[in-house]
C-alpha cells in the first residue's frame, strides 16, 4: 500500500502545486479585526478558499467563525490530527520577486508562507487526497485543520479546543525532520519599575541580560539538559508604559528546569523591581518509542532513506497547546533559516518528498 500511495501523489504533485500557489498567491498577514474577521479580512478569504479547494478535492469542511477551519476524510470521534495554520508574517524588505507571486525558478518557490506554512500544510491536504482516490481504509478519520493565529497568539487553537474535541494523536508540519519527540518551554517574563529608578533598572537590565551570555549563565540559570541542550534567553524588548519602564525576555528552558524557578532567580536579584510572567507554555515531551513517534519515523526513513532518529526543538509550535501531537517537518536537514526572511523558499520536489512522507504518517497513524 505504501507504494500505491507514493505513486498516487507522484500522479497529482502537478495539481498539488498548482493548488499550494493558489493559496500561496493571497495575502493572509494579520490585520485589524473586523465583523466575521477576528484575524483580518486577508486572513477570514484565504481560510474560505483554502476551504473551497478542500470541498473541491470531495472532503467534508467546516469554518469555525473564521478563527480556524478543516478538511475531514472518514467519520468517527477519534481522530488524526493534522494542524497547520495560514497566516503568515509580515513581508518585509529584500525580495527579489512579489512576495505573494509564488514566482517558480529553477525548482524553488518563492513566497511568504510557502514553507511556514502554507505549503506544508497543504501538502498533507493533497497527501490525503491521494488516499481518499485510492479509498483505503482507515480506523480513523483524518482531519487537516487550518489555522489562522499561529504567528501572533494562537487564539485560533484556544478557540477550536472550545469547541472541539483534540485529536488522539497527529503532528503539526511547522518545524523540521526527523520527527521532533520533544519541545522545550516557553516563558515570556517582564521585569519592570517606576521610572524614578531608571538608572538602576538599566544597570540591572545590562547586567543580566543586554551584556550576558544568551545561556543565562549571569543568573544561575545556565541550566544543561542532555536531551534539549541549554537554557536559552531571547527577544529582548523594551517600551515604556504608565510610567514604567519594562524589560521583556523569552526564555527557551529545556525539561528539568521550571517558570517558577526562572522567575524565583531573577526576583532574588532584581532589588524589588516588579517580575512577572506574561506567556508560558510548558515542555512537551512523548517517548521516542511511542507508537505515534515510531511510526512517523518510519515514515521518514521509507521515503527519505535518511536517518529518522527524533529529535528535539528549541522552537515554539501548536504543539505547546493542541494535545497528543508532535511536530514533524516540513524542513529537511541543513534548511534553516527560511521561514521568516525575505525570499522565502521551498523547493518544488520537496514539497512532493513532504505529501509523500505525510501520506505514509496518516496511513500509518489512522491505523494504529
Excluded at 478535492?57 to 493534522?82: H, M, P, R, S, V
Excluded at 544543561?224 to 525576555?249: A, H, P, Q, T, W
Aim: glycine share 8%; hydrophobic share 35%; with cysteine.
Amino acid at each position: 500500500m505504501e507504494k500505491k500511495i507514493i505513486r498516487q501523489i507522484e500522479k497529482n504533485s502537478s495539481e498539488m502545486i498548482e493548488g499550494i500557489k493558489k493559496i500561496v498567491k493571497m495575502p493572509s498577514v494579520e490585520t485589524k479585526a473586523e465583523e466575521n474577521a477576528p484575524f483580518g479580512k486577508d486572513i477570514a478569504l484565504t481560510l474560505d478558499e483554502t476551504l473551497k479547494l478542500a470541498e473541491s478535492l470531495g472532503f467534508e469542511t467546516k469554518n469555525l467563525d473564521n478563527y480556524i477551519g478543516w478538511a475531514q476524510y472518514g467519520e468517527g470521534e477519534d481522530y488524526i490530527g493534522i494542524i497547520g495554520h495560514l497566516d503568515v508574517v509580515p513581508v518585509g524588505e529584500g525580495w527579489k520577486h512579489d512576495p505573494f507571486s509564488a514566482h517558480e525558478e529553477e525548482g524553488y518557490i518563492y513566497a511568504r508562507g510557502i514553507l511556514d506554512n502554507k505549503g506544508p500544510i497543504l501538502s498533507c491536504l493533497y497527501a490525503l487526497y491521494a488516499i481518499k482516490q485510492l479509498n483505503v481504509e482507515l480506523k480513523r478519520p483524518v482531519r487537516i485543520i487550518f489555522g489562522c493565529d499561529e504567528e501572533t497568539g494562537f487564539e485560533d487553537l484556544k478557540y477550536y479546543l472550545e469547541k472541539e474535541k483534540p485529536p488522539v494523536m497527529g503532528w503539526t508540519p511547522d518545524c523540521k525532520y526527523p520527527v521532533v519527540y520533544a519541545e522545550r518551554g516557553r516563558a515570556v517574563v517582564e521585569i519592570s519599575t517606576e521610572e524614578k529608578n531608571i538608572a538602576e533598572f538599566f544597570a540591572f537590565v545590562n547586567t543580566y541580560f543586554m551584556n550576558a551570555k544568551p545561556n543565562a549563565e549571569s543568573l544561575g540559570l545556565d541550566y544543561k539538559s542532555e536531551e534539549f541542550g541549554v537554557n536559552e534567553m531571547r527577544n529582548y524588548k523594551l517600551r515604556y508604559e504608565d510610567g514604567k519602564v519594562i524589560f521583556s525576555v523569552t526564555f527557551s528552558y529545556p525539561v528539568g528546569l521550571t517558570v517558577e524557578k526562572i522567575i524565583s532567580t531573577i526576583e532574588e536579584k532584581s532589588n524589588g523591581m516588579e517580575v512577572k510572567c506574561v506567556s508560558h507554555y510548558t515542555p512537551v515531551r512523548f517517548e521516542k518509542d511511542s507508537d505515534m513517534v515510531r511510526s512517523l519515523q518510519n515514515a521518514y526513513e521509507l521515503v527519505t532513506g535518511l536517518d529518522g532518529t527524533p529529535v528535539t526543538t528549541t522552537g515554539g509550535t501548536y504543539a505547546k497547546l493542541m494535545p497528543n501531537i508532535v511536530p514533524f517537518g516540513p524542513s529537511f536537514p541543513g534548511q534553516k533559516g527560511i521561514g521568516h526572511l525575505p525570499n522565502e523558499w521551498m523547493k518544488v520536489e520537496d514539497i512532493i518528498s513532504n505529501a509523500k512522507i505525510y501520506g505514509l504518517g496518516i496511513y500509518y497513524l489512522a491505523n494504529i
